[in-house]
């Protein structure tokens, strides 16, 4: 568990490193660019256009990884008080201070944001401007003078002998080694935390030197994944083998690396493959002398070519590396797949990688069964989830919306996933759970969704199903039954279990709070609160839009007394596997009864701008009434 606990919290560091660096990655092209074109070296050297380069690395990169940095902490503010704290390590050093602006961009979101909490409520009306303005000011300037007199010589320190043990390396031939840990971290997600955390700060410090670094290559070489992807293309079976192929595109070209993970999770031998593919590539870059002159994100070929140095030596240097990682990765792969048995479920390998992640995966998708088009006469659509007290029927009750509005006389509605109904025509399911609904009900059509109040699938179904629809007279009255289920619906969402402004340091401690309302409410015995827990571990319970739904699992349902809901108002948010939730719907339903009501909130929740009213909204009615108004 101890062991979990920091992957989990390294995890977090790399993504949170990751945050910073990635929204701009533009600037770093344009860096890199101008590098790479009106250096001395460069394709068309340019003096005057060449002293672009050294206040780019110097000042734009870094002000632009505090600034954000303190915006992740404490949104604008934060990210104005980052930017003049990093203002302090920039000038007080000689290096590009990426490190430093990653340490005072946090810092000083975090300083402003303790302010400001400290002060809520205590400015008097008409001095909230002023107080704003000065307190960033001074609380910016004096975090620029502590950056400039202890920070940047620290930061100083540190950079200094990483770069000397780096050169050590490289002197020694030792540098191929670093792919011993490179290459599981990538598998395990703790990759941006050497990425962004060490190799591409060094990296910038030996562009700007030497004018290239051979450390961006590191990481961001697609061989080691190329070569095991090629490998399933000749020699796995199944799904594994018909889907590498664009796999492997979608890795080579489009530089997405994690797409590969779940190959590896399949047969976690592989990951020997990975390693000495990896060492293979980073000894062909020494000894050709390969580098980057700026950093290549993503880990495409593309942008590796872009960011070679322009001069055939470096060019070869680099393919060869890259084409040398993957015939290495292939060769050993290769032979993995053809001793021992291969595990086949490929789904369960992407959710694996999903879990490693500790958030939703962008390309967990593309491991999905194919199926064919949306099948002809609908008559019955059906959202499924674990509990089908939540989520589903939320769903349901935003679709069921837009049928009606386009005249589709089809019956909506859901179910937990083990009840779903096997002449169920179209199934609706978070994307992991999708693969449980396929084994359920194998011949429907399904469709995977990740975002249940604004998904982008609703829309694209009814234009689907316009034009081909044929439901009986008897299946319309099911579906208005379903949807006008009013009894017992009175009194269920009540004044005092609302709240607002509170602060939440984690989802479970937010979600013990709402299961602590439910309880004392008398809606639900004490070990729904677990259950409810459970359920988030399960799935994330959230929807999309800001909201977060938890209430418990299938099993839990007898524990559920009679129907309730609490409304939380989180208006900093709360983190729910890498989601922000401002606003908390905690949810109790026996038999049906909180439907209605559910089916409300989906539907006021589906408009961002209700959103804003509720999470802006300074009194329990206020809140309830623009719930109840939809």
Same mark, same amino acid.
């Given at each position: 568990?101890?062991?979990?606990?920091?992957?989990?919290?390294?995890?977090?560091?790399?993504?949170?490193?990751?945050?910073?660096?990635?929204?701009?990655?533009?600037?770093?092209?344009?860096?890199?660019?101008?590098?790479?074109?009106?250096?001395?070296?460069?394709?068309?050297?340019?003096?005057?256009?060449?002293?672009?380069?050294?206040?780019?690395?110097?000042?734009?990169?870094?002000?632009?990884?505090?600034?954000?940095?303190?915006?992740?902490?404490?949104?604008?503010?934060?990210?104005?008080?980052?930017?003049?704290?990093?203002?302090?390590?920039?000038?007080?050093?000689?290096?590009?201070?990426?490190?430093?602006?990653?340490?005072?961009?946090?810092?000083?979101?975090?300083?402003?944001?303790?302010?400001?909490?400290?002060?809520?409520?205590?400015?008097?009306?008409?001095?909230?401007?002023?107080?704003?303005? !000065?307190?960033?000011?001074? $609380? /910016? *300037?004096? %975090?620029?003078?502590? =950056?400039?007199? #202890?920070?940047?010589? @620290?930061?100083?320190?540190?950079?200094?002998?990483?770069?000397?043990?780096?050169?050590?390396?490289?002197?020694?031939?030792?540098?191929?080694?670093?792919?011993?840990?490179?290459?599981?971290?990538?598998?395990?997600?703790?990759?941006?935390?050497?990425?962004?955390?060490?190799?591409?700060?060094?990296?910038?410090?030996?562009?700007?030197?030497?004018?290239?670094?051979?450390?961006?290559?590191?990481?961001?070489?697609?061989?080691?994944?190329?070569?095991?992807?090629?490998?399933?293309?000749?020699?796995?079976?199944?799904?594994?083998?018909?889907?590498?192929?664009?796999?492997?595109?979608?890795?080579?070209?489009?530089?997405?690396?994690?797409?590969?993970?779940?190959?590896?999770?399949?047969?976690?031998?592989?990951?020997?493959?990975?390693?000495?593919?990896?060492?293979?590539?980073? !000894?062909?870059?020494?000894? $050709? /002398? *390969?580098? %980057?002159?700026?950093? =290549?994100?993503? #880990?495409?070929?593309? @942008?590796?070519?872009?960011?070679?140095?322009?001069?055939?030596?470096?060019?070869?240097?680099?393919?060869?590396?890259?084409?040398?990682?993957?015939?290495?990765?292939?060769?050993?792969?290769?032979?993995?797949?053809?001793?021992?048995?291969?595990?086949?479920?490929?789904?369960?390998?992407?959710?694996?990688?999903?879990?490693?992640?500790?958030?939703?995966?962008?390309?967990?998708?593309?491991?999905?069964?194919?199926?064919?088009?949306?099948?002809?006469?609908?008559?019955?659509?059906?959202?499924?989830?674990?509990?089908?007290?939540?989520?589903?029927?939320?769903?349901?009750?935003?679709?069921?919306?837009?049928?009606?509005?386009?005249?589709?006389?089809?019956?909506?509605?859901?179910?937990?996933?083990?009840?779903?109904?096997?002449?169920?025509?179209?199934?609706?399911?978070?994307?992991?759970?999708?693969?449980?609904?396929?084994?359920?009900?194998?011949?429907?059509?399904?469709?995977?969704?990740?975002?249940?109040?604004?998904?982008?699938?609703?829309?694209?179904?009814?234009?689907?199903?316009?034009?081909?629809?044929?439901?009986?007279?008897?299946?319309?009255?099911?579906?208005?039954?379903?949807?006008?289920?009013?009894?017992?619906?009175?009194?269920?969402?009540?004044?005092?279990?609302?709240?607002?402004?509170?602060?939440?340091?984690?989802?479970?401690?937010?979600?013990?709070?709402?299961?602590?309302?439910?309880?004392?409410?008398?809606?639900?015995?004490?070990?729904?609160?677990?259950?409810?827990?459970?359920?988030?571990?399960?799935?994330?319970?959230?929807?999309?839009?800001?909201?977060?739904?938890?209430?418990?699992?299938?099993?839990?349902?007898?524990?559920?007394?009679?129907?309730?809901?609490?409304?939380?108002?989180?208006?900093?948010?709360?983190?729910?596997?890498?989601?922000?939730?401002?606003?908390?719907?905690?949810?109790?339903?026996?038999?049906?009864?909180?439907?209605?009501?559910?089916?409300?909130?989906?539907?006021?929740?589906?408009?961002?701008?209700?959103?804003?009213?509720?999470?802006?909204?300074?009194?329990?009615?206020?809140?309830?009434?623009?719930?109840?108004?939809?």
């Amino acid at each position: 568990m101890a062991q979990s606990n920091i992957k989990v919290a390294v995890q977090k560091f790399g993504n949170f490193l990751s945050s910073m660096v990635m929204p701009n990655i533009g600037a770093f092209i344009a860096w890199g660019l101008i590098t790479a074109l009106f250096i001395p070296t460069g394709f068309f050297p340019n003096e005057s256009l060449a002293k672009l380069v050294d206040p780019m690395v110097k000042y734009l990169l870094p002000l632009l990884i505090g600034y954000t940095g303190g915006k992740l902490v404490h949104d604008q503010r934060g990210g104005v008080v980052g930017a003049i704290a990093t203002m302090g390590v920039i000038v007080g050093s000689d290096i590009p201070m990426f490190l430093g602006a990653m340490i005072m961009g946090p810092l000083g979101g975090y300083i402003i944001k303790k302010f400001d909490q400290f002060i809520e409520g205590k400015v008097k009306t008409g001095f909230e401007m002023l107080i704003n303005n !000065f307190s960033a000011g001074i $609380l /910016g *300037g004096i %975090l620029a003078i502590l =950056a400039f007199l #202890g920070v940047s010589p @620290a930061v100083d320190g540190f950079t200094g002998a990483l770069v000397v043990g780096v050169d050590w390396m490289v002197a020694h031939g030792l540098l191929p080694l670093t792919s011993i840990l490179i290459e599981p971290a990538k598998i395990l997600f703790l990759n941006n935390a050497i990425n962004h955390g060490i190799l591409s700060p060094i990296g910038a410090e030996q562009i700007r030197t030497n004018g290239q670094s051979i450390l961006l290559l590191l990481e961001t070489n697609p061989g080691p994944g190329l070569g095991i992807l090629l490998a399933y293309c000749f020699f796995g079976k199944g799904t594994a083998k018909q889907s590498a192929p664009g796999a492997a595109i979608i890795h080579f070209i489009g530089g997405i690396h994690e797409i590969y993970f779940p190959y590896v999770l399949m047969r976690p031998l592989l990951i020997i493959a990975a390693i000495l593919g990896g060492m293979s590539g980073v !000894f062909t870059f020494v000894l $050709l /002398g *390969g580098g %980057l002159q700026a950093v =290549a994100s993503p #880990g495409s070929i593309l @942008a590796i070519l872009a960011a070679t140095p322009g001069n055939a030596g470096s060019y070869v240097a680099n393919i060869s590396g890259v084409l040398v990682a993957a015939v290495v990765s292939f060769i050993v792969g290769s032979l993995i797949l053809k001793t021992g048995k291969q595990i086949e479920d490929l789904d369960e390998a992407a959710r694996k990688m999903q879990e490693m992640k500790g958030k939703k995966s962008s390309v967990a998708g593309s491991f999905t069964k194919q199926q064919g088009d949306v099948p002809a006469s609908v008559q019955k659509i059906v959202f499924a989830c674990d509990a089908g007290m939540g989520s589903s029927a939320m769903g349901a009750s935003l679709l069921r919306k837009k049928v009606k509005q386009a005249d589709l006389n089809i019956s909506v509605t859901n179910t937990a996933i083990s009840n779903i109904p096997s002449d169920a025509q179209i199934v609706i399911t978070q994307e992991e759970l999708t693969p449980r609904a396929q084994n359920k009900v194998p011949d429907a059509y399904h469709i995977s969704v990740d975002n249940f109040l604004s998904s982008p699938e609703y829309d694209k179904l009814i234009d689907q199903l316009k034009n081909d629809h044929t439901t009986s007279k008897a299946e319309e009255e099911k579906n208005v039954s379903v949807e006008n289920n009013t009894d017992s619906n009175d009194g269920l969402l009540k004044e005092e279990n609302v709240f607002l402004n509170q602060h939440f340091s984690s989802k479970e401690e937010a979600i013990r709070f709402a299961g602590s309302v439910l309880v004392k409410g008398g809606y639900v015995e004490e070990n729904y609160v677990e259950a409810m827990i459970e359920r988030d571990n399960m799935t994330s319970t959230y929807m999309g839009n800001d909201v977060a739904i938890p209430h418990g699992t299938e099993e839990a349902k007898k524990n559920v007394l009679r129907s309730g809901f609490t409304v939380i108002q989180v208006p900093e948010g709360v983190d729910f596997d890498g989601e922000k939730v401002r606003l908390i719907f905690g949810i109790a339903g026996k038999d049906g009864t909180h439907l209605e009501i559910l089916s409300g909130i989906a539907i006021t929740c589906s408009d961002m701008d209700n959103i804003e009213k509720m999470v802006h909204a300074k009194s329990a009615k206020e809140l309830m009434a623009i719930i109840q108004s939809n």
